[in-house]
Structure formats: C-alpha cells, structure tokens
C-alpha cells in the first residue's frame, strides 16, 4: 500500500512540496526488518529525492524489557521532494535560545569572534559571536516530541505536534496538506490551528502543498 501511495502522490505533488513519511522498521523473528531501506530505494526509482530524515524523540515510549535490544524510543521522519529546490520557511520552526546563551555568550574570547575552523578537517566551523543579540536560533533534525496516549479510535495516533511542525515549516495558509494515510489529526483540528486545507487520501486530484499520514505529504 505505502508503495502505490507513494507512486499515486508523487504526480500530484507540486513541484516546490515536500513528502513526509513517519515510518519505522519493526522487528520480525529476532532482527529489524529492511522494508524501510528498500521503502527509499523503490521512492527513488519513481522520481523522488530523498532530501533529508528526521527523528522523533517520543518522550514518552512504552515501558519494555527484551533480551536483545532497549525501548524503542524514536521513529523515522523521511522527507522526499520531487525536485531540488523547494517551499521550506525555517523562520517558523525556530526556537528559543535557551539559558546556556546568557553565560556563554557573557564574555567572548577572540577565537569566539572569529571563525574556528574544525581541528578534525571535516569543513565545519563556527562564529560564536554570530549569536548575540539573537533569542532564537534554528532547530536540528530530532523533534523532542511525547506521543499520543488517549484512544483516539486510530492504530497509530500520533501528537498533533508533529504533523503540525512540519506543516508550518513547508505550506503557508491556504496551502493543500494530503493525508493519504487518514491519520487522526489531519482534519479539523488542525484545519483550525494552521489555515491550511486538509485533504485525505479520497481527494488526490487535487494540487498538494503537504501530505502527512502515518506518512506525511507536501505540496505546496
């Protein structure tokens, strides 16, 4: 099913929208399953670029013990695009300093005012001075985000955080958000929270700005 909805989505997408897909590997007989990786395989043979991969924190994940592995206490967030360059507006996913910027950024050493190459070669560097004056900064690729706990009458609710981050940080008002999956929150709720139209799996006709289901889609 993810494979025909995946193929079925990708010609409806808009050129500058974005595909989120929530997924994780389970395990069968001992050990994880590939379907993911060959998930990514199959998606690029059909024209998507597989642009980046997030991860959910669930803060909150099942209790267990097993004799071979810890609680699972993250998922996938893979983003595929049609094309290279795409609607993304960072500025409306972007956090709080935090605490740590008031001591750090107090007194700056010489090196923090210029750029310090990293010592290890990797081409990274930073300006640490480059922070003041600044009470938000850009978030990284985890999302620390708790999962649904009440029955919600679906198999795989998930907070309404989620989609609705990535929601944000790809459509603006009025932009078409699919789920082809019918995920729990991709209706009303968040219809009312985001100004976006939410569309279900029923209504691929339509030119997409986002898809979230237990898979998420954007095209905007």
């Given at each position: 099913?993810?494979?025909?909805?995946?193929?079925?989505t990708?010609?409806?997408?808009?050129?500058?929208?974005?595909?989120?897909?929530?997924?994780?590997?389970?395990v069968?007989?001992?050990?994880?399953?590939?379907?993911?990786?060959?998930?990514?395989?199959?998606?690029?043979?059909?024209?998507?670029?597989?642009?980046?991969?997030?991860?959910?924190?669930?803060?909150?994940?099942y209790?267990g013990?097993?004799?071979?592995?810890f609680?699972d206490?993250w998922?996938?967030?893979?983003?595929?695009?049609?094309?290279?360059k795409?609607?993304?507006?960072?500025?409306?996913?972007?956090?709080?300093?935090?605490?740590?910027?008031?001591?750090?950024?107090?007194?700056?050493?010489d090196?923090?005012?210029?750029?310090?190459?990293?010592?290890?070669?990797?081409?990274?560097?930073?300006n640490?001075?480059?922070?003041?004056?600044?009470?938000?900064?850009?978030?990284?690729?985890?999302?620390?985000?708790?999962?649904?706990?009440?029955?919600?009458?679906?198999?795989?609710a998930?907070?309404?955080?989620?989609?609705?981050?990535?929601?944000?940080?790809?459509?603006?008002?009025?932009?078409?958000?699919?789920?082809?999956f019918?995920?729990?929150y991709?209706?009303?709720?968040?219809?009312?929270?985001?100004?976006r139209?939410?569309?279900?799996?029923?209504?691929?006709?339509?030119?997409?700005?986002?898809?979230?289901?237990?898979?998420?889609?954007?095209?905007?």
């Amino acid at each position: 099913m993810v494979f025909t909805y995946c193929r079925a989505t990708l010609s409806h997408t808009k050129p500058t929208g974005t595909f989120i897909l929530n997924i994780k590997e389970r395990v069968v007989s001992g050990e994880r399953s590939t379907y993911v990786m060959e998930l990514i395989l199959e998606m690029k043979k059909q024209g998507w670029f597989w642009t980046e991969e997030y991860i959910w924190h669930k803060k909150n994940c099942y209790p267990g013990k097993w004799p071979n592995r810890f609680r699972d206490a993250w998922e996938r967030l893979l983003q595929f695009n049609k094309y290279k360059k795409f609607n993304m507006y960072q500025e409306e996913v972007m956090v709080p300093m935090g605490d740590w910027a008031k001591t750090r950024l107090r007194n700056l050493s010489d090196i923090d005012k210029t750029r310090d190459e990293s010592k290890v070669g990797s081409g990274f560097g930073k300006n640490i001075s480059n922070w003041l004056d600044r009470d938000k900064a850009y978030p990284t690729t985890v999302l620390h985000l708790a999962t649904e706990c009440n029955n919600k009458n679906h198999s795989a609710a998930f907070s309404e955080e989620l989609p609705e981050w990535f929601i944000k940080l790809f459509t603006k008002e009025g932009d078409t958000v699919l789920d082809p999956f019918m995920g729990f929150y991709l209706g009303v709720p968040l219809h009312s929270a985001t100004g976006r139209v939410i569309r279900c799996k029923s209504s691929l006709r339509y030119g997409l700005s986002a898809t979230f289901p237990h898979t998420m889609n954007n095209a905007a």
